[in-house]
């Protein structure tokens, strides 16, 4: 079977009630002969397209070549060519990434804005969409709707290999997936050797891009130095990676169904935090498999797991971050907060911060000298403890039921629903009322009362003042 008809079968086996063959695709088009096979087989096969190219500027006049060539294929095929120039180096210096992180995340974001309508065809020439004077139709029926792209299968040998070294865990070892948010890999079934007969059978010029001689890229390296020796060892290393792929996927199916259903039993959603129970999701089977599924959502890295097994155990007030949150230990519980404060139920104090926004205002951090002749403020929005019995960090949490603290000026410990009684305070007020906490004792109230364990002494040289403000 020739591998048109190969291409036809699949599309019509795998995707025949996803992929619809009347509406346009955007074929991703580099020149290389993965892309121009891929626009051979497209077109062979009745699809209508559109090609997009990206001219990252990163080889001088070989870049430009490829664009030309580019817009040569449109012309051949009387399709749509879209093109966009990208200042790669540039952008990735700005944000701090590599070129060619730079250039997946350039090239992703302009193909979705094409097939979503912010970009159109003026005079044969792409061009962003004004929307004050559009000149063209805008509508689904002119534009493309789907991006293709001519991955296949060496490139996911390569990725599982790439996923696999890094230690995503079994996520990363179903290697790329074929169909994922209007992104559709349709070569993925089909060898690199394949297509090259393929071009030279059916006399397809293509270009060759210089870089992928050299092996200073991962992917190149594994291509050029590692798949090689291998063969040497497993001569079918080929079939046996893309069969380990297929049941890789299934295993995944399997797994994710298992995650989830333990995942289920432990979260508790409160806000805009995540609550589990750290002796229940300790005593479970695999339970840093389990965590780092909970936690890597949130941004923590497997990098991190070890630490955040160690909150299971460690005392209350212990936190890791990521670039987004928080996952502390309070008491019994495993918390994840957002790393935005005001938003969050539960925040941490560290002896370095001096200020701290949370729903109620700000909190506000110093030590001083205390003499004994200094007088203690009487207002209730300050509090003054002694430094020497008070260590980092606090936890500044809204209260709950069951907390109790020691009113300053009692030696009797009483609940806070009770002290809220004797205060009279409303039932909005209490739900307003914040606390201090510092290794499950609460120190202070906030705006209301002090515990009498840490007040300010005779004895006392330095104290902590705190200073609640709106």
């Known amino acids: 079977m020739s591998l048109t008809d190969q291409f036809k079968q699949h599309l019509h086996n795998n995707f025949g009630g996803v ?75 700005q944000h701090k990434q590599s070129i060619q992180v730079a250039a997946r995340n350039l090239r992703y974001q302009w193909f979705y804005e094409i097939i979503n309508g912010q970009w159109q065809m003026v005079n044969g020439v792409g061009q962003p969409v004004n929307p004050e004077n559009s000149l063209v139709d805008g509508s689904e029926g002119t534009r493309p709707q789907l991006i293709v792209t001519a991955h296949h299968a060496n490139d996911n040998i390569e990725t599982l290999l790439m996923n696999f070294f890094k230690g995503t865990g079994i996520g990363g070892l179903h290697g790329i997936l074929p169909l994922i948010n209007q992104l559709f890999r349709p070569l993925l079934p089909f060898k690199k050797e394949e297509l090259l007969a393929y071009a030279q059978q059916q006399g397809l010029q293509y270009v060759e891009d210089s870089s992928n001689q050299g092996d200073k890229y991962t992917r190149n390296y594994l291509r050029q130095h590692v798949m090689p020796a291998l063969k040497t060892l497993y001569s079918q290393i080929e079939d046996n990676l893309l069969h380990n792929i297929e049941r890789f996927g299934e295993v995944e199916q399997l797994y994710r169904q298992s995650v989830d259903l333990h995942v289920k039993k432990l979260l508790e959603y409160k806000g805009g935090e995540v609550h589990m129970p750290a ?17 890597k959502q949130y941004g ?22 990521s670039a987004s949150h928080r996952l502390l230990k309070n008491r019994q519980w495993l918390i994840i907060t ?81 002290f809220f009684i004797d205060q009279k305070l409303s039932l909005a007020a209490k739900e307003k009322v914040w606390v201090i906490e510092m290794d499950k004792k609460i120190v202070w109230v906030v705006g209301q009362r002090i515990d009498d364990r840490f007040k300010v002494g005779p004895a006392t040289t330095n104290f902590v003042e705190i200073v609640c403000s709106k």
């Open 300 to 321: 923590f890295a497997a990098a991190q797991l070890n630490d955040a097994v160690a909150l299971l155990q460690s005392e209350s007030g212990r936190y890791i971050v």
């Open 279 to 295: 002796l229940k999701l300790l005593k479970m089977e695999a339970h840093r498999t389990i965590l780092y599924e909970i936690i």
């Open 19 to 93: 992929i619809r063959t009347n509406i346009k695709w955007l074929l991703a088009v580099s020149g290389g002969v993965d892309s121009v096979v891929l626009c051979q087989l497209v077109h062979k096969a009745g699809i209508d397209f559109a090609i997009a190219h990206c001219n990252f500027q990163l080889r001088g006049s070989e870049s430009q070549r490829d664009e030309d060539f580019v817009k040569a294929i449109g012309n051949a095929y009387g399709k749509q060519v879209f093109v966009q120039q990208f200042n790669t180096q540039a952008f990735a210096l």
């Open 338 to 418: 957002p790393l935005e404060t005001t938003n969050a139920a539960n925040i941490i104090i560290d002896k370095a911060d001096l200020q701290v926004a949370f729903e109620g205002g700000y909190i506000d951090i110093s030590t001083k000298s205390f003499e004994s002749n200094t007088a203690i403020p009487a207002a209730k929005t300050v509090a003054w403890l002694d430094a020497g019995l008070i260590t980092f960090p606090l936890l500044l949490r809204k209260w709950k039921k069951g907390d109790y603290f020691y009113p300053l000026g009692m030696r009797k410990k009483k609940k806070l629903s009770r």
